[in-house]
């Protein structure tokens, strides 16, 4: 279990994807349909931050980037370069476990069309700047798409132009920490091959050589 401050199963703050959560849960009562707990190791050196839960992945599953196609190249890239202990993400009793990782969203509830509004992505920041707080010092935060990264900036009270997202990009925060910046692993962004799998594991080589 988290603490409250990084994260409250019970949060109701955004009016907007409470209802929406409700309507799904009516929709789909096997559903988890709630807020999305962060994933992986309380003590983990890398943070994967990603936007907000997938209507069939996670906020289905209950678990960041499990059974949708987003996760299909991110499990696979963590099993690879040695963060899990296998490489398919299915469900929240399929044995999956994470190795010096930790994996949240920065919005912890489904938004509608997957897309939440900038005043939600503000209401659920502390939760984001608490979890932050409680890595180490020498810690690197990936973020997956430029929503994520303004997301991190924003927990640092930092301007959002003050670093410009890019894919494989990185910055040192203000506490010593590495931000590393990635194109989202969405079906779309593979689709398109805005994002492959050896730009992605581009993007882990340069986690793994700041982490060593």
Same mark, same amino acid.
């Given at each position: 279990?988290?603490?409250? &401050?990084?994260?409250?199963?019970?949060?109701?703050?955004?009016?907007?994807?409470?209802?929406?959560?409700?309507?799904?849960?009516?929709?789909?009562?096997?559903?988890?349909?709630?807020?999305?707990?962060?994933?992986?190791?309380?003590?983990? &050196?890398?943070?994967? !931050?990603?936007?907000?839960?997938?209507?069939?992945?996670?906020?289905?599953?209950?678990?960041?980037?499990?059974?949708?196609?987003?996760? #299909?190249?991110?499990?696979?890239?963590?099993?690879?370069?040695?963060?899990?202990? =296998?490489?398919?993400?299915?469900?929240?009793?399929?044995?999956?476990?994470?190795?010096?990782?930790? #994996?949240?969203?920065?919005?912890?509830?489904?938004?509608?069309?997957? *897309? $939440? *509004?900038?005043?939600? #992505?503000? =209401?659920?920041? /502390?939760?984001?700047?608490?979890?932050?707080?409680?890595?180490?010092?020498?810690?690197? #935060?990936?973020?997956?798409? %430029?929503?994520?990264?303004?997301?991190?900036?924003?927990?640092?009270?930092?301007?959002?132009?003050?670093?410009?997202?890019? /894919?494989?990009?990185?910055?040192?925060? $203000?506490?010593?920490?590495?931000? !590393? %910046?990635?194109?989202?692993?969405?079906?779309?962004?593979?689709?398109?091959?805005?994002?492959?799998?050896?730009?992605?594991?581009?993007?882990?080589?340069? !986690?793994?050589?700041?982490?060593?």
């Amino acid at each position: 279990m988290f603490p409250k &401050q990084v994260f409250d199963l019970d949060c109701r703050t955004c009016g907007r994807l409470d209802d929406f959560l409700a309507e799904v849960k009516t929709k789909h009562p096997e559903y988890h349909a709630r807020p999305v707990a962060p994933f992986g190791d309380k003590n983990a &050196q890398l943070l994967i !931050v990603g936007l907000a839960p997938g209507m069939h992945g996670a906020n289905a599953s209950g678990r960041p980037f499990t059974g949708d196609a987003s996760g #299909i190249l991110l499990y696979q890239a963590l099993f690879d370069f040695g963060f899990s202990n =296998q490489k398919n993400a299915d469900s929240m009793n399929d044995g999956l476990e994470l190795k010096n990782c930790r #994996i949240t969203n920065a919005v912890k509830c489904l938004p509608p069309q997957n *897309k $939440p *509004k900038a005043t939600e #992505i503000n =209401q659920c920041n /502390h939760y984001l700047a608490a979890e932050i707080k409680t890595l180490p010092d020498n810690a690197v #935060i990936l973020v997956l798409g %430029s929503l994520a990264h303004q997301a991190v900036l924003k927990a640092y009270a930092l301007k959002l132009n003050s670093v410009k997202f890019g /894919h494989n990009k990185q910055f040192q925060l $203000p506490d010593g920490k590495k931000l !590393v %910046s990635s194109y989202h692993c969405s079906r779309y962004n593979i689709q398109t091959k805005r994002l492959t799998p050896e730009m992605f594991a581009d993007v882990f080589n340069t !986690v793994k050589t700041i982490m060593k």
